[in-house]
């Protein structure tokens, strides 16, 4: 997404996040007026750890959340406690880095 971002020629709105106690997102996208946080998984099956950085990231945040992302290894869309999960391959096709 970093390569991406510079080869349009774009500053980079990517950051990382993480907490003293060791609570982290991989990827936070700033949009201006919201962050949407974005976890990468490699793992092709969905397991709920991968939503705990983001539920505790978002209750943070509160209004300044934007749209929660997980991409994973996986190859099935969906949707779980407004979270897109999104395959890896799908990334592209996405308007996540908007």
Not at 9 to 35: K, M, P, Q, Y
Not at 46 to 56: A, H, R, S
Not at 57 to 70: D, F, H, P, S, Y
Request: net charge negative.
């Amino acid at each position: 997404m970093l390569k991406a971002c510079y080869n349009a020629g774009e500053i980079s709105n990517l950051f990382f996040w993480r907490d003293r106690s060791g609570h982290e997102v991989d990827l936070l996208i700033d949009h201006g007026t919201h962050l949407s946080p974005l976890e990468i998984k490699s793992g092709q099956t969905i397991n709920k750890d991968y939503f705990k950085g983001l539920d505790f990231w978002r209750k943070l945040a509160g209004e300044t959340a934007g749209q929660a992302w997980v991409v994973y290894g996986g190859n099935t869309r969906q949707t779980r406690s407004a979270v897109t999960v999104l395959p890896w391959h799908e990334i592209n096709s996405e308007q996540v880095l908007l």
